[in-house]
């Protein structure tokens, strides 16, 4: 089998100090080591975009994610890096639209890719308008962790309707080794076999519970579906996500 291929990972938290994932330049070098231990070629760092609770913007991230390329430089940290934001999806996204402050993560056959990310217990009434509308502006969104809302864990097929909208889902590397709990896993599985699924991603937060773990996630996707959903999964497609957007600066 061969697992020699670079992970793409579309979905983290360590820009220090600007959400609730690293708080410190120090643990956002150490999170970035543990990438790389980990297979991962080319991480996208995604804060939170989140109105009253992290407000970060597209500007705010960029300056910051400035910062970071340097520091990894510095450490040599052989890392390919980019930012996005994981956008909550919330009436005030579409303010952020209008102010140019969506941070974007790449364009597919001419449509903005975006993680969005829907409320943990439900699937707030309007979301498909707030969508459509979204889709109407050239954006697609990538639904993040589906398999770990609530009202998706009931009834996965739920998502039929916003991947016929055009959008995009990525589920967590960690759903798949059961650590949100079975029914994360039974919906991350109904999600994989109706083939909605882009891109797993680590969504990764600090060296404890919430880490990368994707060379497992990797493990699992060749053992019940095939090193080619393997690699389409972890490197291919959210690599297409990524658009090769000019934002994408190499650090290393
Ligand atoms: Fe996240």
């Known amino acids: ?41 080319h991480l996208v760092l995604t804060p939170h975009v989140f109105p009253g609770r992290f407000d970060n ?45 969506l941070p974007f993560l790449g364009t597919v056959e001419g449509y903005r890719t975006m993680l969005l990310e829907l409320p943990d217990a439900q699937i707030p009434l309007g979301t498909d308008k707030l969508i459509l509308h979204l889709v109407r502006q050239s954006i697609r969104p990538i639904i993040v962790h589906p398999e770990r809302n609530k009202a998706v864990m009931e009834k996965p097929e739920r998502m039929g309707l916003f991947v016929d909208m055009g959008c995009f889902l990525q589920l967590t590397g960690g759903s798949l080794l059961g650590q949100f709990g079975p029914r994360a896993l039974s919906a991350s599985r109904y999600l994989l076999e109706q083939e909605w699924v882009t891109a797993v991603a680590s969504d990764a937060h600090n060296l404890g519970a919430r880490t990368f773990r994707l060379s497992e996630a990797r493990a699992y996707l060749c053992a019940e579906y095939g090193e080619a959903a393997a690699r389409r999964l972890l490197r291919d497609g959210p690599k297409a996500l990524c658009g090769m957007a000019a934002q994408c600066s190499v650090a290393a």
């Open 1 to 41: 089998m061969d697992t020699a291929w670079g992970i793409v990972d579309i979905h983290s938290h360590l820009l220090p100090g600007v959400d609730d994932g690293a708080q410190t330049p120090e643990e956002a070098l150490d999170l970035a080591r543990a990438a790389v231990a980990d297979g991962v070629e």
């Open 57 to 101: 913007t597209r500007s705010t991230i960029e300056a910051g994610f400035s910062r970071f390329v340097n520091l990894l430089r510095v450490y040599n940290i052989p890392l390919k890096l980019a930012f996005a934001g994981e956008v909550r999806l919330d009436a005030s996204t579409l303010d952020l639209l209008a102010a140019g402050e």
